[in-house]
């Protein structure tokens, strides 16, 4: 089907323990960025990539990591996986030059 | 950057208008405006977005102000679907990959 898809839409793992959250976008969009939500933070910038193999820093990085071989694949991993990492996970996608987000429906992330 | 102001929450009854208001006193000039809202259990969705001039489509109005330093987001006939929270966000032309999401207003409409 078209749009954005996220995988797992629900994980728990625990503490220490490597994690990679998958998207996949069919549109061919330039830009793909990762979000987290916490309560009471809104949603915050993890880490955004303009083009495949061109990856950037949002506003919390730190304990994440991204990788974009392909245009349509953004995945986010979380080398060893902390209680503060507990959060719910949104991918986006759009074209170059602005214009609107299209968001994933979300992976719920519990770090025991 | 240029921060928005938004209620944490309004409060209306099915079928009657909502005015949702934001102040971004700080926006520059190539600042443009836009508005997310996000369902339950959903991601964001985009709502609608202007620059200076108000702006409508199938989902809602945007009314800016002349100053641009407020603006209203208007959904004309609130439904029991519209329950959301809705955030105003402004993004910088040429800097847009910084979209700031803050805690928006959340929407609760009475049947």
């Known amino acids: 089907d078209a749009g954005i898809t996220q995988s797992p839409r629900y994980k728990i793992t625990e503490t220490g323990r490597q994690v990679t959250l998958m998207c996949h976008q069919t549109w061919s969009h330039s830009y793909m960025f990762w979000y987290r939500q916490d309560l009471g933070h809104g949603l915050r910038l993890i880490y955004y990539s303009a083009a495949a193999d061109i990856t950037d820093k949002g506003e919390v990085p730190d304990g994440y990591v991204v990788s974009r071989s392909k245009t349509e694949n953004f995945p986010l991993t979380l080398e060893s996986a902390t209680r503060s990492q507990t959060s719910v996970y949104f991918c986006a996608s759009r074209v170059a030059g602005g214009g609107e987000l299209f968001f994933g429906e979300g992976s719920r992330l519990t770090v025991l | 950057d240029a921060k928005t102001t938004q209620p944490n929450s309004m409060e209306s009854n099915e079928e009657e208008p909502v005015h949702l208001p934001c102040n971004h006193s700080t926006i520059s000039g190539t600042d443009y405006i836009h508005w997310y809202r996000q369902l339950p259990s959903q991601g964001p969705e985009y709502v609608i977005h202007?620059?200076?001039s108000n702006v409508n489509n199938r989902m809602a109005s945007l009314a800016i102000a002349e100053d641009r330093k407020s603006s209203t987001l208007i959904l004309h006939r609130a439904t029991l679907r519209d329950a959301a929270v809705y955030y105003c966000i402004l993004r910088t032309e040429g800097n847009d990959y910084k979209l700031s999401f803050g805690a928006g207003t959340t929407v609760t409409v009475r049947a």
């Open positions: 202007g620059l200076t």
